[in-house]
């Protein structure tokens, strides 16, 4: 099949017609609607300052400087001259240069008017008058028309009559001769023209050279082909034997990508069902591990002193309740550690929830402190939290209220020196976020844990963790919980103590 016109002849003809077609218009519309627009853009200036005048004399602001200021303003833009004489014949307000030539005009259009009265209140010049005045709109208030000044010779267009307040007004604008305007302006678009056709020739030129392009291109895409690279594609572009052979080409593409992407994407599902079970067992293996570690000590506890209750070691009652006490706190460990790894299982393998709502972060910080409030009176630990004013957020508050529970045991576990706890939440302005920070005295992370503290079972300092019933998986639940919600966190060294942070959204 052949295609039915050549690209070169196609380009150049729609070219050539468009651009014909477009001048035509042009041409045209100049002619014919270039002085019609002038002169309605003319009537609509000088109503605008009428109007204007009206509204100042009815605001009472016709005598001020800014109204002076103002009037100046639209003269200067539209090129008007103004004058307004009061029922005596005495001038109110003047913007020309001449405002002698003004009043004597304005007179004598008073004069022609009564001569044409009779009695009615018809404000139209008498067509007898030395001044020939061409009317084009007449008003109960006003006349708008056109006349040419007797000296000069000039065409102005010229509106006169009485303001609301029966101020007599002149106004007037020297209009040019829209046919020697229509000519310039078509003697320069032919110029421009003749410049448009020497350059659309060259472009055209350069456009004719530029058609072996996409036969280049095919060459390059039917290379890509051989070597199984199939993301290359023609664009079509009308009808002509680039075209055709393009659309072939790439259909013979799609079905060479087609089965060469069923056989990849059935061997990159069957790679990634092997990482994955590969990533499943180490890390049952790794969890095991820990688990087994965390428990032994519990466990050897609890069937220690188990044992010593059940041979009757002791028979002092108090020493009784001691030994049940102990067995009773290690339980209650073992019980905490495992929710928690419940709660980091769900929160890692993407089951856990997350409920997005808007709520008062200071709030929240001031009840959980109010909780703790016997546990750090007994532990000699200040807490200094944020003022009453309501900072609002959105996050999962549930997971937010636990971050915070977390962060808080953590730092009255290691708060030493001045035994004092700030939680500050700082306002990030150039990322609409705030960051909440935890700090306590004490000494600080080494740098050898800074990067660890994240994992799970993770602890600097082993005894002082299990003293205080600590089991590592606290902060693995803040960065799964951190990350659950798109948040930031981390932790910072001080020269008195550690600030551990987190982030929330303000919108």
């Given at each position: 099949?052949r295609p039915?016109?050549?690209?070169s002849r196609?380009?150049a003809?729609?070219f050539?017609?468009?651009?014909?077609?477009?001048?035509?218009l042009?041409f045209?519309a100049n002619?014919?609607?270039?002085?019609r627009?002038?002169?309605?853009?003319?009537?609509?200036e000088?109503i605008?300052?009428?109007?204007?005048?009206?509204?100042a004399?009815?605001e009472n602001?016709?005598?001020t400087?800014?109204?002076?200021?103002q009037?100046?303003?639209?003269?200067?833009?539209?090129?008007l001259?103004l004058?307004?004489m009061d029922?005596n014949?005495?001038?109110v307000?003047s913007?020309?240069?001449d405002?002698?030539?003004l009043?004597?005009?304005?007179?004598d259009?008073?004069?022609?008017?009564?001569?044409?009265r009779?009695?009615?209140?018809d404000?139209?010049?008498?067509p007898?008058?030395d001044?020939p005045?061409?009317?084009?709109l007449s008003e109960?208030?006003y006349?708008?028309?056109l006349?040419k000044d007797?000296?000069t010779g000039?065409?102005?267009?010229?509106?006169?009559?009485?303001?609301d307040?029966?101020?007599?007004?002149l106004i007037?604008t020297?209009?040019?001769?829209?046919?020697?305007?229509v000519a310039?302006t078509?003697?320069?678009?032919?110029?421009v023209?003749?410049?448009?056709i020497?350059?659309?020739?060259?472009?055209?030129?350069a456009?004719?050279?530029?058609?072996?392009r996409?036969?280049?291109?095919?060459?390059d895409?039917?290379k890509?082909?051989?070597e199984?690279?199939?993301?290359?594609?023609?664009?079509?572009k009308?009808?002509?034997e680039i075209?055709?052979?393009?659309?072939?080409?790439?259909?013979?593409s799609?079905?060479?990508k087609k089965n060469i992407?069923?056989l990849?994407?059935?061997?990159a599902?069957?790679?990634?069902?092997?990482?994955?079970?590969?990533e499943?067992?180490?890390?049952?293996?790794?969890?095991?591990?820990?688990?087994s570690?965390?428990l032994k000590?519990p466990?050897?506890?609890i069937?220690g002193?188990?044992?010593?209750l059940?041979?009757?070691?002791?028979?002092d009652p108090?020493?009784?309740?001691?030994?049940?006490d102990v067995i009773?706190?290690e339980?209650?460990k073992?019980?905490?550690?495992v929710q928690?790894?419940l709660t980091?299982?769900?929160?890692?393998?993407?089951?856990?929830a997350v409920d997005?709502?808007?709520?008062?972060?200071?709030e929240?910080?001031?009840g959980?402190?109010?909780?703790t409030?016997?546990?750090?009176?007994?532990?000699?630990?200040t807490?200094?939290i944020?003022d009453?004013?309501?900072?609002?957020?959105?996050?999962d508050?549930y997971m937010v209220e636990e971050i915070?529970?977390?962060?808080?045991?953590?730092?009255m576990i290691?708060?030493?020196?001045e035994?004092n706890?700030?939680?500050?939440?700082e306002?990030?302005?150039?990322?609409?976020?705030?960051?909440?920070?935890?700090?306590n005295?004490?000494a600080?992370?080494?740098e050898?844990s800074i990067?660890?503290i994240?994992?799970?079972?993770?602890k600097?300092?082993?005894a002082?963790t299990?003293?205080?019933?600590?089991?590592?998986?606290?902060?693995?639940?803040?960065?799964?919980m951190?990350k659950a919600m798109?948040?930031?966190?981390g932790?910072?060294n001080?020269d008195?103590?550690?600030?551990?942070y987190f982030?929330?959204?303000?919108?």
């Amino acid at each position: 099949m052949r295609p039915g016109h050549s690209i070169s002849r196609q380009f150049a003809t729609i070219f050539i017609i468009v651009m014909a077609f477009a001048m035509g218009l042009i041409f045209l519309a100049n002619n014919l609607l270039l002085k019609r627009f002038y002169f309605s853009n003319k009537q609509k200036e000088i109503i605008s300052a009428y109007d204007s005048l009206n509204k100042a004399e009815a605001e009472n602001e016709f005598d001020t400087d800014e109204y002076d200021a103002q009037i100046m303003r639209i003269c200067e833009k539209y090129s008007l001259d103004l004058l307004v004489m009061d029922s005596n014949s005495q001038m109110v307000k003047s913007t020309g240069n001449d405002a002698k030539t003004l009043a004597m005009r304005l007179w004598d259009r008073i004069v022609a008017g009564n001569a044409g009265r009779d009695g009615d209140s018809d404000l139209s010049p008498h067509p007898g008058t030395d001044n020939p005045y061409d009317l084009i709109l007449s008003e109960e208030s006003y006349s708008l028309g056109l006349t040419k000044d007797e000296i000069t010779g000039g065409e102005y267009m010229e509106m006169w009559g009485t303001l609301d307040s029966g101020n007599l007004f002149l106004i007037r604008t020297a209009v040019e001769s829209m046919d020697n305007s229509v000519a310039i302006t078509n003697r320069f678009l032919g110029y421009v023209s003749v410049i448009v056709i020497i350059i659309s020739a060259t472009v055209i030129m350069a456009v004719s050279k530029g058609i072996t392009r996409p036969i280049l291109k095919l060459a390059d895409i039917s290379k890509q082909m051989t070597e199984l690279d199939f993301d290359a594609r023609y664009e079509p572009k009308g009808d002509n034997e680039i075209t055709l052979l393009g659309n072939n080409m790439n259909l013979l593409s799609d079905s060479l990508k087609k089965n060469i992407s069923e056989l990849k994407s059935a061997n990159a599902m069957l790679k990634k069902d092997i990482e994955k079970k590969t990533e499943i067992d180490e890390m049952r293996k790794e969890f095991l591990s820990n688990v087994s570690h965390e428990l032994k000590t519990p466990i050897a506890l609890i069937q220690g002193y188990a044992e010593g209750l059940s041979e009757g070691v002791t028979d002092d009652p108090e020493n009784m309740k001691y030994y049940c006490d102990v067995i009773v706190d290690e339980a209650s460990k073992m019980n905490a550690m495992v929710q928690k790894l419940l709660t980091l299982n769900q929160l890692e393998f993407g089951a856990a929830a997350v409920d997005m709502e808007r709520f008062d972060i200071v709030e929240l910080i001031r009840g959980h402190v109010q909780t703790t409030e016997i546990l750090t009176k007994q532990n000699g630990i200040t807490i200094n939290i944020p003022d009453g004013l309501p900072i609002y957020v959105w996050g999962d508050e549930y997971m937010v209220e636990e971050i915070i529970t977390n962060y808080l045991s953590n730092a009255m576990i290691h708060c030493d020196n001045e035994k004092n706890i700030d939680i500050k939440v700082e306002d990030i302005e150039d990322r609409d976020k705030v960051k909440v920070i935890v700090f306590n005295t004490g000494a600080p992370i080494p740098e050898d844990s800074i990067d660890h503290i994240w994992e799970k079972f993770y602890k600097v300092d082993k005894a002082r963790t299990r003293e205080y019933g600590g089991n590592g998986v606290g902060l693995s639940i803040v960065a799964a919980m951190c990350k659950a919600m798109n948040q930031e966190y981390g932790v910072d060294n001080y020269d008195n103590g550690v600030g551990f942070y987190f982030t929330l959204d303000k919108r």
